[in-house]
């Protein structure tokens, strides 16, 4: 990329703490330490729950100082993942993400000691001592969600033995993946030459359909060479879950994702519902993309192939990292000049990463620091629309943060489902300016292009992942599964969700290995929040056209509410509608056809 960029390429992380060779780091990493474990300690031996003074101000003193450590574990976590993101090898950046790792059991044993002790009281006792203090009602949601997530703890003292071996369990494995997806480099040609590139740099998006089949087959082989290993974390880290939910006694795997979603069953069940009624008509697109590429049938690697050139020259255009960045902010003012405003202040002061270098992790993030109430976002600009389209999602995402950050620090915590709604708006609100703003019918339809090849993303690709997932699980129960049956059950899961619509060579049976989302250990199901928060976001976007009054405030109250409320409840209350019905999934779903038929229209033309 150009040097001369307007707009930073690398973060600047040293004014959020010391850098992690220092001294003064270690002396604020030990600090950290001590006190959590003097709370860990101080968290065994909890006052009563109850209305009398003095324990009532113990509660809110220990609750005080769990919020201040939780702020610092956050933002001391959220910096080392940024380092070790940015430099995939480095041995130090490894070593303090697993001294981290290995704190998390002292947290562990706080919350489970205090979630117990909320849950022993009546609802009554409860509802009382919530009453007779102002810090305790500001906080009353967080104190609520604590006392049910309480039913899915194993009792305290078998809570407290696996907590500490998750360390080198569950979150260990979930690390070796991590540590071997940093350190693969898949070989490919370029210019004439083999050379060697992190995963985050191969494009599958280049014009040439050899291009894009040679770095497919060339990453498939890659990833193929830790195939084993990878299996082996997957299901150790779904084995450990599935061992805790036996003996909780839970319904199924599904419990928990949707626990920590805020989300009901049958919500998930209505989108599922809606999803594969209407999907076919993702169908008519890819049939009209396949053609327009001279293809009878789309391949894996197709999926993000640009329009060809002989269409015009707005397909093959580049996408400067600058140009992007402007249209962003342009885009977001437009909306509402605080969310431009935002996205302009993280720009100019270096609060994203973006640089295509070797070296780094694949993928994107972003990440928060509540002490500074800051955000950083970690990803590779790539020059094309899909990578703008990955910094308005990540944007998204620190905006959200921004809105809640003078929150009580207990109600700035949102489920992923609602958190992807805000990325995946921002977005939306970027595509439709760019259709709107459309100069020829042949930029239009570069753009429809771009818009339904996110369709069939959270469409067919997520919902591949979650069937995949639900498989699974369920024929882990009854032991560990190969690597040759785990391809086997994603390549089902992948003919059933895009409706078998790719050509019969074009699947990519691997995808299990290289999706990182199936190793995040903390965080169960890392994949229907994302369909859940796409068509949430169309939906709204689709109402804000017809709404009265300021859509952008009534948005950012949705986000507040995301917070402190439960997502069915914070949806309805903020813009009307029940998530437990298809009705609304279908008009967001409705948004999606009819930007397949103005596609087909367009692509009639060509």
Same mark, same amino acid.
């Given at each position: 990329?150009?040097?001369?960029?307007?707009?930073p390429?690398?973060?600047?992380?040293?004014?959020?703490?010391?850098?992690?060779e220092?001294?003064?780091?270690?002396?604020?990493?030990?600090q950290f330490?001590?006190?959590l474990?003097?709370?860990?300690?101080?968290?065994e031996?909890l006052?009563a729950v109850?209305?009398e003074?003095?324990?009532v101000?113990?509660?809110?003193?220990?609750l005080?100082?769990?919020?201040?450590i939780?702020?610092? =574990?956050? &933002?001391?976590?959220?910096?080392?993942?940024?380092?070790?993101? /940015? $430099? !995939?090898? #480095?041995?130090?950046?490894?070593?303090?993400?697993a001294q981290?790792?290995?704190l998390?059991?002292?947290?562990?044993?706080?919350?489970?000691?205090?979630?117990?002790?909320l849950?022993?009281v009546?609802?009554?006792?409860?509802s009382?001592?919530?009453?007779?203090?102002?810090?305790?009602?500001?906080?009353?949601?967080f104190?609520?969600?604590?006392?049910?997530?309480?039913e899915?703890r194993?009792?305290?003292?078998?809570?407290?033995?696996?907590?500490?071996?998750?360390?080198?369990?569950?979150?260990a494995?979930?690390?070796?993946?991590?540590?071997?997806?940093g350190?693969?480099?898949?070989?490919v040609?370029?210019?004439?030459?083999?050379?060697e590139?992190?995963?985050?740099?191969?494009q599958?998006?280049?014009?040439?359909?050899?291009?894009?089949?040679?770095n497919?087959? =060339?990453a &498939?082989?890659?990833w193929?060479t830790?195939a084993?290993?990878? /299996? $082996? !974390?997957? #299901?150790?880290?779904s084995?450990?879950?599935?061992?805790?939910?036996?003996?909780?006694?839970?319904?199924?795997?599904?419990?928990?994702?949707?626990?920590?979603?805020?989300?009901?069953r049958?919500?998930?069940?209505?989108?599922?519902?809606?999803?594969?009624n209407?999907?076919?008509?993702?169908?008519?697109?890819?049939?009209?993309?396949?053609k327009?590429?001279?293809?009878k049938?789309?391949a894996?690697?197709?999926?993000?192939?640009?329009?060809?050139s002989?269409?015009?020259?707005?397909?093959?255009?580049?996408?400067s990292?600058?140009?992007?960045?402007?249209l962003?902010?342009?885009?977001?003012?437009?909306?509402?000049?605080e969310k431009?405003a935002f996205?302009?202040?993280?720009?100019d002061?270096?609060?994203?990463?973006?640089?295509?270098?070797?070296?780094?992790?694949?993928?994107?993030?972003?990440?928060g620091f509540?002490?500074?109430q800051?955000?950083r976002?970690?990803?590779t600009?790539?020059?094309?629309?899909?990578?703008m389209?990955?910094?308005?999602?990540?944007?998204?995402?620190?905006?959200?943060?921004?809105?809640?950050?003078d929150?009580?620090?207990?109600?700035q915590?949102y489920?992923?489902?609602?958190?992807e709604?805000?990325?995946?708006?921002?977005e939306?609100?970027?595509?439709?300016?760019r259709?709107e703003?459309?100069?020829?019918?042949?930029?239009?339809?570069?753009?429809?292009?771009?818009?339904l090849s996110?369709?069939?993303?959270?469409?067919m690709n997520?919902?591949?992942?979650?069937?995949?997932?639900?498989?699974f699980?369920?024929?882990?129960?009854?032991?560990?599964?190969?690597?040759?049956?785990?391809?086997?059950?994603?390549?089902?899961a992948?003919?059933?969700?895009?409706?078998?619509?790719?050509d019969?060579?074009g699947?990519n049976?691997?995808f299990?290995?290289?999706?990182?989302?199936?190793?995040?250990?903390?965080?169960?199901?890392?994949?229907?929040?994302?369909?859940f928060g796409y068509?949430?976001?169309?939906?709204?976007?689709?109402?804000?056209?017809?709404?009265?009054?300021?859509?952008?405030?009534?948005?950012?109250?949705?986000?507040?509410?995301t917070?402190?409320q439960?997502t069915?409840?914070?949806?309805?209350?903020?813009?009307?509608?029940?998530l437990?019905?298809?009705?609304?999934?279908?008009?967001?779903l409705d948004?999606?056809?009819?930007?397949v038929?103005?596609?087909?229209?367009?692509?009639?033309?060509?």
């Amino acid at each position: 990329m150009d040097s001369t960029n307007t707009f930073p390429l690398t973060w600047e992380l040293d004014s959020l703490l010391p850098h992690p060779e220092t001294v003064e780091f270690r002396k604020i990493f030990d600090q950290f330490e001590t006190e959590l474990k003097s709370l860990a300690d101080e968290s065994e031996s909890l006052p009563a729950v109850d209305t009398e003074a003095a324990n009532v101000t113990g509660w809110c003193e220990f609750l005080k100082q769990y919020e201040s450590i939780s702020s610092r =574990a956050t &933002d001391l976590n959220a910096f080392i993942g940024c380092h070790a993101a /940015a $430099d !995939a090898q #480095n041995k130090l950046f490894q070593s303090l993400e697993a001294q981290l790792s290995a704190l998390d059991p002292l947290r562990e044993r706080i919350d489970t000691n205090f979630q117990f002790a909320l849950q022993e009281v009546s609802s009554d006792g409860f509802s009382e001592f919530i009453a007779v203090d102002a810090y305790l009602q500001s906080i009353q949601f967080f104190l609520e969600q604590s006392r049910k997530q309480a039913e899915l703890r194993l009792p305290k003292e078998q809570e407290v033995l696996a907590a500490e071996l998750a360390v080198d369990s569950i979150h260990a494995w979930g690390r070796l993946y991590d540590r071997l997806s940093g350190e693969l480099r898949i070989s490919v040609m370029e210019k004439g030459a083999i050379v060697e590139k992190s995963p985050g740099q191969v494009q599958f998006d280049s014009a040439s359909r050899a291009v894009r089949e040679n770095n497919f087959y =060339a990453a &498939d082989k890659a990833w193929g060479t830790i195939a084993e290993t990878c /299996a $082996d !974390a997957l #299901n150790h880290i779904s084995g450990t879950r599935l061992t805790v939910y036996r003996q909780l006694g839970l319904e199924d795997h599904l419990v928990v994702p949707l626990n920590m979603n805020r989300l009901k069953r049958e919500s998930l069940s209505a989108m599922w519902s809606a999803v594969t009624n209407r999907k076919p008509m993702l169908l008519k697109y890819l049939e009209a993309k396949a053609k327009l590429l001279g293809l009878k049938k789309l391949a894996w690697y197709d999926l993000q192939a640009p329009l060809p050139s002989g269409l015009g020259q707005f397909s093959q255009a580049e996408l400067s990292y600058d140009d992007a960045c402007h249209l962003v902010i342009d885009t977001f003012t437009a909306f509402s000049p605080e969310k431009g405003a935002f996205a302009r202040k993280a720009l100019d002061d270096r609060w994203i990463e973006v640089e295509n270098r070797d070296g780094k992790r694949q993928g994107g993030f972003c990440t928060g620091f509540p002490t500074t109430q800051q955000s950083r976002i970690f990803m590779t600009y790539t020059n094309s629309p899909d990578s703008m389209s990955t910094l308005a999602h990540e944007l998204g995402h620190a905006y959200h943060s921004h809105v809640l950050r003078d929150q009580p620090l207990f109600l700035q915590d949102y489920p992923m489902n609602l958190a992807e709604t805000a990325s995946t708006f921002a977005e939306a609100v970027l595509g439709d300016k760019r259709l709107e703003n459309a100069d020829t019918d042949l930029e239009q339809l570069t753009i429809l292009d771009n818009m339904l090849s996110d369709s069939v993303s959270f469409l067919m690709n997520i919902h591949a992942r979650f069937l995949f997932e639900d498989q699974f699980h369920q024929e882990r129960v009854n032991g560990e599964l190969s690597a040759e049956r785990l391809s086997e059950l994603m390549l089902g899961a992948q003919q059933e969700a895009y409706l078998d619509a790719l050509d019969s060579e074009g699947w990519n049976s691997n995808f299990w290995i290289s999706k990182l989302h199936f190793y995040i250990s903390g965080w169960p199901f890392y994949n229907f929040p994302y369909t859940f928060g796409y068509l949430l976001s169309l939906g709204l976007s689709s109402i804000s056209k017809d709404a009265e009054g300021d859509f952008p405030e009534q948005y950012r109250k949705l986000l507040i509410a995301t917070g402190c409320q439960e997502t069915e409840q914070a949806v309805e209350d903020s813009i009307g509608y029940d998530l437990t019905e298809e009705t609304f999934w279908n008009r967001s779903l409705d948004v999606v056809e009819q930007r397949v038929e103005r596609f087909l229209e367009l692509a009639k033309a060509y």
